[in-house]
C-alpha cells in the first residue's frame, strides 16, 4: 500500500450543480426509495433477520430509519430465531458513479440512535469492496468515528476525523462529506447539523491515485444482506440517515 501523507488544506470544499443522487428519506412504495436528483436512481430496500428500512418523519422533516441495536454473533445454524436484523438500499447503477480521475464528492447526514458496538463496523455509503486490486470510495462510522476510503486497487486513502478517540455523540444529526478535492488532495469533513459548522477541523491527506473504477453495486448502510452473517462480516449500521448524496464533476 503506498504512503499518504496529510498536509494542510481550506477547512471545506464546495461542489456546484445538482446532485447525481439525492436520498432525502422520502419513498416511493414500501420498498423504494426515492431519488430526488431527477435521474432516477430510485433506491431497493433490502432487509434479512427482521431488520427494516423505514421512512422516519420528524419535526417535518423524513429521514431513512434503519435496524437498531447491534449484532456480532454469527448464526451458523439456519433457520434460527437469532438471525441478525438487517436492511440496506441497493442504488442502481450508473456511470457517474465510476468517477475516473474526476472530482467527485458523496456523503450523508448521519444520526446513532445508541452507542456503536466497539466490534463491528458500520457502512454507510459504498461502492465497491476494499482488498487487493479492488477500487473503492466509501464512507463509514466504524466504532462511531466517521472516516472515508478512496481506492484506486493499488494506493488507498483511508482518511478519518478528528482525534483517535473522536466519536459521534449519539442522538446528534452529523452531516459527513467525502471529497476529492483535486487530483491528489483528498478531505473528511464533518458538519453539526443544528449549528450548521463543523464539527472539528476537515482533516486532509494528499496521494496519487489513478483511475478510481469500482465494480459491483453501490450500496448504502452495509456491505449486504446475508442471514447467516453478523454485523461483523456485514457492517450493517444502525440508525439514522438523511440527504445521502453523490456528485461527480
Known amino acids: 500500500m503506498s504512503a499518504v501523507v496529510l498536509s494542510p488544506a ?12 439525492s ?8 420498498a423504494t426509495v426515492t431519488d430526488s436528483s431527477g435521474n432516477g436512481l430510485h433506491g431497493s430496500i433490502l432487509t434479512g433477520g427482521g431488520g427494516t428500512v423505514t421512512s ?4 417535518g422533516d423524513r429521514f431513512l430509519r434503519f435496524p437498531g441495536g447491534s449484532c456480532t454473533t454469527a448464526v451458523t445454524q439456519p433457520p434460527s430465531d437469532l438471525h441478525c436484523p438487517q436492511g440496506i438500499v441497493q442504488v442502481p447503477p450508473s456511470e457517474r458513479f465510476t468517477p475516473g480521475d474526476a472530482l467527485f464528492s458523496f456523503g450523508a447526514e448521519v444520526r446513532l440512535t445508541q452507542p456503536p458496538s466497539p466490534d463491528a463496523g458500520q457502512n454507510v455509503f459504498q461502492y465497491g469492496a476494499a482488498g487487493a486490486g479492488l477500487s473503492q470510495w466509501k464512507l463509514q ?9 478512496w481506492s484506486d486497487g493499488t494506493t488507498t486513502v483511508l482518511l478519518s476525523a478528528g482525534a483517535n478517540d473522536y466519536k459521534l455523540k449519539p442522538d446528534t444529526w452529523y452531516r459527513v462529506l467525502c471529497t476529492r478535492v483535486s487530483a491528489t488532495l483528498f478531505q473528511t469533513l464533518v458538519v453539526d447539523v443544528r449549528t450548521g ?6 482533516a486532509h491527506a ?3 491515485l489513478g483511475p478510481i473504477a469500482p465494480t459491483g453495486t453501490v450500496v448504502i448502510g452495509g456491505k449486504r444482506v ?7 462480516d456485514t457492517d ?5 440517515l438523511d440527504d445521502v448524496f453523490y456528485w461527480r464533476k
Open 226 to 232: 446475508r442471514d447467516t452473517q453478523s454485523d461483523v
Open 236 to 240: 450493517q449500521f444502525h440508525g439514522d
Open 197 to 202: 459548522r463543523p464539527a472539528l477541523t476537515a
Open 206 to 208: 494528499t496521494a496519487q
Open 10 to 21: 481550506p477547512a471545506s470544499a464546495f461542489v456546484s450543480g445538482g446532485p447525481d443522487l
Open 23 to 30: 436520498y432525502h428519506g422520502e419513498l416511493t412504495d414500501p
Open 56 to 59: 422516519v418523519r420528524e419535526r
Open 141 to 149: 462510522v466504524d466504532y462511531g468515528r466517521p472516516s472515508c476510503r
